[in-house]
């Protein structure tokens, strides 16, 4: 009984750098890679410290401004869905109450209500439209509820982590040549793919090191695309 009731009761909302998580690594990660993909390939196109240093800010703030929009316009998108499902939920129970309450039924009856347990449960949500609602809406549609509350903090999030993910891989071409600086750039934009990997992994499910190892291999490979790109168009390093 406590373990299926416990399916009824909300998800507690998250707060500080736990709710934060998967704004900062979308747009670490992704600022990271990107600016590392347009960095290498303008590197290898051109030697010119200036050319790769603008390219490089570009992309940073190019990348920044477009993540942060997304997550704003992806989330409020989200949302809209959401509560436009939750409307079209409390017009079927107001005209299809019959319908809606043996979904209620099947619900309850897949957490192992039976007899007459399971019709007091039943008759209980039925007087409840709120909880009848939720119940629907996670349990039949498998919906989570999204809030247009705090959509621009997270876009600023996003945004910022953006920045900083690109960061990582620019940097060392403000004191380095760019042949060293390249090198540089891998390694530590591996080291950041593979310490972000490795703590998401920990405070979430997973394996550490083959999380971060898997983050570091595919965000290399896929900046490595743009030194390849950038090498048909550019000279041998001097």
Same mark, same amino acid.
């Given at each position: 009984?406590?373990? +299926?009731?416990?399916?009824?009761?909300? +998800?507690?909302?998250?707060?500080?750098?736990?709710?934060?998580?998967?704004?900062?690594?979308?747009?670490?990660?992704?600022?990271?890679v990107?600016t590392?993909?347009?960095?290498?390939?303008?590197?290898?196109?051109?030697?010119?410290?200036?050319?790769?240093?603008?390219?490089?800010?570009?992309?940073?703030?190019?990348?920044?401004?477009?993540?942060?929009?997304?997550?704003?316009?992806?989330?409020? +998108?989200?949302a809209?869905?959401?509560?436009?499902?939750?409307?079209?939920?409390?017009?079927?129970?107001?005209?299809?109450?019959?319908?809606?309450?043996?979904?209620?039924?099947?619900? @309850?009856?897949?957490?192992? @209500?039976?007899?007459?347990?399971?019709?007091?449960?039943?008759?209980?949500?039925?007087?409840?439209?709120?909880?009848?609602?939720?119940?629907?809406?996670?349990?039949?549609?498998?919906?989570q509820?999204?809030?247009?509350?705090?959509?621009?903090?997270?876009?600023?999030?996003?945004?910022?982590?953006?920045?900083?993910?690109?960061?990582?891989?620019?940097?060392?071409?403000?004191?380095?040549?760019?042949?060293?600086?390249?090198?540089?750039?891998?390694?530590?934009?591996?080291?950041?793919?593979?310490?972000?990997?490795? @703590?998401?992994?920990?405070?979430?499910?997973?394996?550490?090191?083959?999380?971060?190892?898997?983050?570091?291999?595919?965000?290399?490979?896929?900046?490595?695309?743009?030194?390849?790109?950038?090498?048909?168009?550019?000279?041998?390093a001097?």
């Open positions: 009984m406590a373990a +299926a009731g416990s399916a009824l009761v909300p +998800a507690r909302e998250s707060h500080g750098l736990g709710a934060r998580l998967s704004e900062i690594i979308l747009g670490g990660q992704d600022g990271l990107n590392l993909g347009v960095i290498l390939g303008v590197a290898a196109a051109s030697q010119d410290i200036r050319i790769i240093i603008a390219g490089g800010l570009a992309a940073t703030f190019a990348e920044s401004i477009s993540m942060g929009a997304v997550a704003y316009t992806s989330s409020l +998108a989200n809209d869905f959401y509560h436009a499902q939750m409307a079209r939920e409390r017009r079927e129970i107001k005209e299809m109450p019959d319908l809606e309450r043996q979904e209620i039924r099947e619900i @309850f009856q897949g957490w192992s @209500f039976e007899g007459e347990l399971l019709d007091k449960v039943v008759e209980h949500v039925s007087q409840h439209e709120a909880h009848w609602v939720d119940i629907m809406m996670a349990h039949e549609l498998e919906l509820p999204v809030k247009n509350k705090g959509l621009l903090k997270t876009a600023l999030w996003v945004g910022f982590s953006a920045v900083i993910g690109s960061l990582i891989p620019l940097s060392p071409f403000f004191f380095l040549a760019p042949a060293q600086g390249m090198i540089v750039a891998l390694v530590l934009s591996a080291l950041a793919l593979f310490a972000v990997g490795y @703590f998401k992994a920990r405070i979430t499910v997973g394996v550490p090191a083959r999380s971060g190892l898997q983050m570091m291999v595919i965000g290399i490979a896929s900046a490595l695309a743009g030194y390849f790109i950038g090498s048909l168009f550019g000279a041998p001097s």
